[in-house]
């Protein structure tokens, strides 16, 4: 690194070693003169700030005494010094306090407590995302009652107004004003700006694609003076668009800083050739974007896979099946370790096949990044349901659904009834037929209890004479569940993805009764129980013999689907996709982090593979292979689906299809780095298991009759 005055912008690609960058940047710099402590450098995460430090030190070797090093932090640990320093400029005290999550929510019911807003409008935890939404964007609170449009924001920058008051009053910051009151202290006091611009030389950002428009503020208001700014990232690794960050930061920084050396590292250690075709096809489809080649330092490796399946279940077989083979040695004769194998997911409800699927097979696994599927709310809520009309003496799974969804049974009548069901010494169950004339109980509160054991006693005498697929999607709507949840769960788009958990839940019940020879409902809950989270006690010796579900050596991303969805900001610029890694040599991980927007893919009902991903593919197992086709323009295909879903069709009549088409987004999994919630189709609709049988049902629910594509990708042969 010899540049060592002016602006740069080092364009550093996966895999080619940004931290190195900025540590033997700093080393440089002291070298040739710099004072040590006039070196800021900044980056995002306390982890990434230490090693850094750590590594520079190692260069640096042994400081005298006293002798202070450079600054190295993140944004909000250096805003944190900035306004100890000028916090009575704002008018807080020098020793304010930073509220924490707690304290943050206790400010936001009081603040919804003064303007009378009651929590079924709108909750405490929905008030803060959104006023940490507004503080990401630099919009005060009484800018927020300006452009506030609808309702629910409306309440919020009203209430907004409220909660800076408190925290104001209370001489406290929360952690989102860090970056704020900083910016807002640079803007109306420029003798601060000018004191800490002063206080340093040299300014050294490390991931610069992710800075939002407050960090870019500071950062420039620290750097203008001696324009000595070095920034160091990727462009096509941009990822946080949806909390803030804007690319354009670094697309821009020539035009910024006009006198800007640019260079690029496009040497990639990380990753063997075949990988790195596949990423520079695919993020060379990105039409905003510094244009790179990654290249590979190392030879070797077999080119990624492309797979096809029918379904989610054939899917999760074929993989299951080949991990097995692989652990077993049967394969290359080499054995692979279940804690070098990982499998990928873009949504919590998929993991649930593969956890049968192993499950059954007996192969070890780790859920990360999410509780089991068994184990969401939404699911033992109707797996309760199931188990009292299989056994109405199940108490626990009885209590838990006799007022779920709200039907008007007070905790207080719950109590008096179990009372009386253990002074009588009878299950509860037995117990309800006299709570309608039972004069310690509310009339009305009986009636309802009545209600539901008749609605029970409905269902279960339909039991063995129907499928229960269906039967299960029926009561799923008798009982308006979807309701409770959009009750319960107030968050954009979290009641339908909790809703399409309990879908993949039916589907599941619809597989078993297409697989069992003698399907029951006691059957199903007994596959369930033996299917169920194993004891988790040792888990330092689970995570060394074990797959993990969520990145290794082994990698599988099933569920790829022509046209992911991406986030509305990162539409048309930075969608995410994933690719995954199977190796011949223990090496380190494959990461693929450019999918741009043009995977969106033509009409679903084609099967068609997606053109970006051009390359041989070969069979495993029964899956079909995907014929390779030519590589066509982003935009063209975008066209292309359009013209074609204009012609009719599933995609045309499908509620979830057009849900899908109309949002323009999805999560990969990721992510918190983001997760995708997903709008599933109502359980009245065409998608429904019926009597064309739950197995040609399902195939109907699944995907919207999309190809499901499962990719594995060869990794890198080195060390880890």
Not at 101 to 130: F, M, S
Not at 174 to 199: G, I, M, N, Q
Not at 306 to 318: G, Y
Not at 579 to 592: D, F, S, T, V, W
């Amino acid at each position: 690194m010899t540049t060592l005055s002016g602006p740069l912008l080092v364009l550093a690609g996966a895999g080619s070693g940004k931290t190195r960058v900025i540590t033997f940047r700093i080393a440089q710099l002291i070298r040739h003169g710099a004072v040590a402590n006039r070196i800021l450098a900044v980056t995002f995460t306390n982890k990434a700030a230490r090693e850094m430090k750590e590594r520079a030190m190692g260069l640096l070797g042994r400081r005298k005494k006293g002798e202070k090093g450079p600054e190295i932090s993140t944004f909000h640990s250096l805003c944190v010094r900035i306004l100890r320093r000028h916090a009575t400029t704002l008018g807080y005290p020098a020793e304010f306090a930073i509220y924490d999550r707690g304290d943050q929510e206790t400010l936001a019911r009081n603040a919804l407590r003064d303007i009378r807003v009651g929590h079924e409008k709108l909750r405490p935890g929905d008030l803060l995302a959104q006023i940490g939404n507004w503080k990401n964007l630099g919009i005060r609170a009484e800018q927020a009652e300006e452009i506030a449009d609808k309702p629910n924001a409306q309440l919020a920058a009203m209430a907004y107004v409220r909660y800076q008051a408190g925290l104001r009053a209370s001489g406290a910051m929360d952690f989102d004003d860090l970056l704020l009151k900083t910016e807002e202290l640079f803007d109306k006091h420029p003798e601060a700006r000018y004191a800490e611009a002063s206080r340093f030389d040299h300014l050294l950002v490390d991931e610069y694609q992710d800075t939002n428009n407050l960090q870019y503020r500071i950062m420039r208001a620290l750097g203008e003076r001696h324009r000595n700014v070095c920034v160091v990232g990727d462009d096509d690794q941009s990822i946080y668009g949806w909390r803030g960050a804007e690319v354009a930061h670094i697309l821009n920084f020539s035009k910024e800083w006009p006198e800007a050396k640019i260079i690029r590292l496009e040497e990639n250690y990380r990753s063997l050739a075949p990988i790195l075709e596949y990423a520079n096809t695919l993020i060379a489809h990105n039409s905003n974007r510094h244009g790179k080649v990654l290249r590979a330092t190392r030879e070797g490796g077999s080119p990624p896979r492309t797979l096809r399946f029918e379904d989610e279940v054939a899917e999760a077989e074929t993989v299951v099946r080949e991990i097995q083979q692989r652990i077993q040695g049967s394969e290359h004769g080499v054995r692979t370790s279940p804690s070098d194998i990982a499998v990928l997911f873009r949504t919590n409800e998929q993991p649930r096949a593969f956890e049968v699927e192993l499950r059954r097979a007996r192969v070890p696994y780790v859920l990360v990044g999410g509780m089991s599927f068994y184990d969401r709310k939404e699911i033992k809520d109707v797996l309760s349901y199931l188990r009292v009309l299989a056994n109405p003496a199940d108490e626990v799974s009885l209590l838990r659904i006799i007022n779920t969804p709200a039907r008007g049974i007070g905790t207080g009548a719950i109590e008096t009834m179990v009372e009386k069901a253990v002074e009588q010494g009878i299950p509860l169950w037995q117990l309800l037929p006299q709570v309608p004339s039972d004069g310690d109980i509310q009339h009305h509160t009986g009636e309802r209890v009545e209600g539901f054991r008749r609605l029970m006693e409905s269902y279960r005498a339909r039991l063995g004479t129907e499928p229960l697929a269906p039967m299960v999607s029926e009561l799923m709507q008798k009982i308006e569940y979807k309701s409770e949840l959009e009750r319960v769960y107030k968050n954009a788009g979290e009641p339908e993805a909790r809703m399409q958990g309990v879908e993949e839940f039916v589907n599941s019940i619809a597989l078993y009764e297409q697989r069992a020879e003698q399907a029951s409902l006691l059957g199903f809950l007994e596959e369930v129980a033996l299917s169920g989270r194993e004891d988790e006690k040792d888990d330092d010796k689970r995570e060394r013999h074990a797959i993990t579900l969520v990145v290794v050596f082994l990698v599988f991303t099933p569920g790829q689907r022509q046209g992911p969805r991406v986030p509305p900001r990162l539409h048309g610029r930075h969608g995410r996709g994933h690719l995954a890694a199977r190796p011949q040599h223990r090496g380190r991980p494959q990461h693929r982090r450019g999918a741009p927007p043009g995977l969106r893919g033509r009409d679903p009902r084609a099967g068609d593979p997606d053109p970006h991903l051009h390359a041989p593919a070969h069979e495993m197992g029964q899956a079909e292979a995907v014929d390779p086709e030519p590589l066509l323009d982003g935009d063209a295909r975008r066209n292309g689906a359009r013209q074609e879903g204009r012609r009719g069709g599933h995609a045309d009549v499908c509620r979830r299809c057009q849900r899908r088409r109309r949002e323009g987004r999805g999560r990969g999994e990721e992510e918190k780095d983001y997760e995708e919630a997903r709008a599933a189709p109502k359980l009245s609709s065409s998608h429904a298991p019926r009597s064309a049988g739950p197995r040609q049902a399902h195939r109907r629910r699944s995907a919207g009759s999309a190809t499901r594509q499962a990719f594995v990708v060869v990794p890198c042969s080195s060390s880890a």
